[in-house]
Every structure is written in structure tokens, then in C-alpha cells.
């Protein structure tokens, strides 16, 4: 079946700029998390929803950082002017369910790049 | 302050012997313990898990190792192969905490034919 699709794999913007990146999950998955990876980083956790809600933002960078979940499917990530720092690759990932040893499926991710 | 840590930022070994990936943790709320692998310019893929009230997990070449009271997982590839040639990343989870998924910084694994 269809794997987690995101969209673009590659975005390059310029500083100032609002961007938006996309989230296909696999279907039926109820738990998607948005996480993103710097340079030589780990990967760091960015929000998570259930269903359409977002009972955790926590690890959002800024408020010029938001999501949304619509229908419980599809998820956008939305950087409103953008800054250097905010280069990095973008991963997605959707769960079956968000407890237990219910694996992450991850999509390709978005490399942003911001001139 | 790191919850999950990789120490070793890559290894290098010879086909057909062991690889030995290391992980160390600090929050002993962690329920499971995952690892997944990633090749360049491709998502994490699930590789193998551990529950926290188990000490071992296996699954074909790979074992993964839990010790609880070191709060240290190791992950064992035996025999190793060039296309396990990837970055391996060591993920926690809390259930208590939305399932959300706390990753180490990754290693780096380069297997030679």
C-alpha cells in the first residue's frame, strides 16, 4: 500500500518568505507527528495530532511555526517568514495508534533551504 | 538536556562480523525503545523495538539488548552486510506523553565488503 507522502521534497526559499509543506499520512493512521532534522542532528520533535487535534505543540520553534490536520488525514506545516535557521529536512510520520510499540512510518521528507 | 544519546556518531566494520549500536537514555518513564534505520535522501524505516519489561528482543540478524538498571540498549547486527550501510537511530517512548517519540542524534554504520 501507499506509504506517507510529502510534498515538496525539495523547497527553496528565500528569507522572508511564508512556506507550506505537506503531509500525506498512510490511511487509517490516526497519530501523525511532525518532526524535522538540522545538519548532523537527531531528530527533533516539532507537534503531534490525533485525529485533528493537536493536544501537543510543544516543540514547536516559534509562532511562526503552525499545522494543521484536516479530516483527519492530510497535514500541512506552515513557516511564516522564514530564516536561515530554519534549513533543515522537514519528516512526517503517521502511526496506527500512539501508545505502545506502534512504530512511526515516515515519508521522504522536505528539504528546506532558506537563501 | 538530551533524554536519548548516541555516543558514537559512526562505526565501521567488515562483512560478516558483529556490529554493536549503542544507546543510553535518562528518563526511566520511557515504556519502549525502537530502532529505526535510514538510508540518504529517504525517511526512518521501523527496524526492530523493545518493550521496557523485556531485557531482549531478536528478529533475524538483528537482536536488540535492554539494560534497565544502566538505562543502555544496544542494538546487535550479526552477520553484518554492506547494505546495512545506513545512519541507525535509537527512539524512546512515553506513553504517558502524547506516544511521542524522543530520538538520539544517530550512528553512522559503514559496512566494508
Known amino acids: 500500500g501507499a506509504g506517507v507522502s510529502q510534498s515538496p521534497s525539495n523547497k527553496v526559499t528565500e528569507k522572508g518568505k511564508d512556506v507550506e509543506l505537506r503531509c500525506d499520512p498512510i490511511?487509517?493512521?490516526?497519530?501523525l507527528y511532525w518532526y524535522r532534522q538540522s545538519l548532523g542532528q537527531g531528530l527533533e520533535f516539532l507537534i503531534y495530532?490525533?485525529?485533528?487535534?493537536?493536544?501537543?505543540k510543544s516543540g514547536l520553534p516559534s509562532d511562526r511555526f503552525s499545522a494543521e490536520r484536516t479530516g483527519g488525514s492530510v497535514s500541512t506545516l506552515t513557516i511564516q517568514r522564514t530564516q536561515q535557521e530554519d534549513s533543515a529536512v522537514y519528516l512526517c510520520?503517521?502511526?496506527?495508534?500512539?501508545?505502545?510499540?506502534?512504530?512511526?512510518?515516515f515519508g521522504n521528507g522536505t528539504r528546506l533551504t532558506v537563501t | 538536556d538530551q533524554q536519548v544519546k548516541q555516543n558514537s556518531p559512526s562505526l565501521s566494520v567488515q562483512e560478516g562480523r558483529i556490529s554493536i549500536l549503542n544507546c543510553d537514555y535518562t528518563?526511566?518513564?520511557?515504556?519502549?525503545f525502537l530502532w529505526y534505520k535510514k538510508y540518504p535522501a529517504e525517511g526512518p524505516t521501523f527496524l526492530i523495538s523493545i518493550s521496557s519489561i523485556k531485557d531482549k528482543n531478536e528478529d533475524g540478524r538483528f537482536t536488540v539488548f535492554l539494560n534497565k538498571s544502566a538505562k543502555h540498549l544496544s542494538l546487535h547486527i550479526v552477520p553484518s552486510q554492506p547494505g546495512d550501510s545506513a545512519v541507525y537511530f535509537c527512539?524512546?517512548?512515553?506513553?504517558?506523553?502524547?506516544?511521542?517519540?524522543?530520538f538520539g542524534d544517530g550512528t553512522t554504520l559503514t559496512v566494508k565488503p
Open positions: 510520520a503517521s502511526s496506527l495508534i500512539r501508545t505502545g510499540n506502534s512504530p512511526l512510518h
Open positions: 528518563n526511566s518513564m520511557f515504556d519502549y
Open positions: 495530532f490525533q485525529g485533528n487535534s493537536a493536544p501537543d
Open positions: 527512539a524512546a517512548k512515553d506513553d504517558t506523553n502524547a506516544g511521542k517519540s524522543t
Open positions: 490511511s487509517g493512521h490516526t497519530a
